[in-house]
């Protein structure tokens, strides 16, 4: 769960950055999922590349009615999906913003894994939609878990921990990161300010809590989610699923609408003598 500066106004690191922390920090894996977009994956698929790390691409989806959830394609196919997905949410709206509806990721999710974003109270409602994404996605559907240090951590880790027991929709762990060094939480701050139209001085819970949303080490991930090691075990399965690379995209010349018989070369030649 990571967003870089691709996330306009909302990430405070460049996404090389974040993969090349990553790697120093002793990751064998990083997800870059930005919002309603696959913009940076470029520039942190080339970093992975250079520092020997896996790189899992994604995009994080917030549709008007449902809850907001990070989408992982797991082949080309997937990838595929997503980027028309993402064209279609985009050509809805005015630039710069994407329209996305339930319907549309319910539609036809092969070739992909979320992770469902629970809201700070989760609900009834969210309930409703996280069993909905379960059928819509069997076995390939998480429940996202964050620990950002706000006081009532292990309580909500509890109750995420029951709410996906009650919808049969296993827990995941996440790291929500916006920054790829704590460093970076004034210019975080100054973003968040921008995009909210305030200054400093009035932006009051607009902004984060503490200097928590940057990238941590394996041991420190290990000692936040203690008691729910599980939910950690499942991010190598979700890393080992999504086998997706860029690698795998190349310019493919389509196919030459020709008369049978023929050659592209030879029809070409034919009609330039018509023409002719």
Not at 42 to 54: D, L, M
Not at 91 to 111: F, P, S
Request: hydrophobic share 40%; with cysteine; aromatic share 6%.
């Amino acid at each position: 769960q990571v967003t870089s500066n691709f996330s306009f106004l909302r990430g405070a690191s460049h996404p090389e950055e974040m993969v090349i922390t990553a790697a120093a920090l002793g990751h064998a894996a990083i997800a870059i999922t930005d919002r309603h977009s696959v913009s940076g994956i470029v520039r942190a698929h080339t970093a992975a590349k250079q520092a020997g790390i896996r790189l899992v691409v994604g995009a994080r989806l917030d549709p008007e009615n449902g809850p907001a959830l990070l989408c992982y394609p797991t082949n080309r196919a997937g990838y595929s999906r997503l980027t028309r997905l993402l064209t279609t949410g985009k050509r809805r709206v005015q630039k710069g913003e994407c329209l996305l509806h339930m319907t549309d990721i319910l539609d036809d999710g092969t070739g992909q894994t979320i992770l469902v974003l629970p809201p700070a109270q989760p609900d009834a409602a969210f309930a409703d939609a996280l069993s909905q994404l379960r059928e819509s996605f069997a076995g390939r559907a998480y429940l996202a878990a964050s620990v950002l240090n706000l006081g009532n951590d292990g309580c909500r880790l509890d109750t995420l921990f029951s709410l996906a027991t009650t919808c049969r929709v296993p827990l995941i762990a996440t790291n929500d990161v916006h920054a790829h060094v704590p460093e970076r939480r004034p210019l975080q701050d100054v973003v968040t300010c921008i995009r909210e139209h305030c200054t400093i001085e009035d932006a009051g819970f607009r902004l984060e809590a503490s200097a928590e949303r940057h990238l941590k080490p394996p041991e420190e991930m290990a000692r936040l989610f203690k008691g729910f090691e599980p939910a950690l075990r499942r991010t190598q399965e979700v890393m080992e699923r999504c086998t997706f690379s860029l690698d795998e995209l190349a310019y493919e010349y389509p196919d030459e609408p020709v008369p049978p018989g023929l050659t592209p070369q030879q029809h070409l030649e034919n009609l330039t003598w018509q023409g002719a």
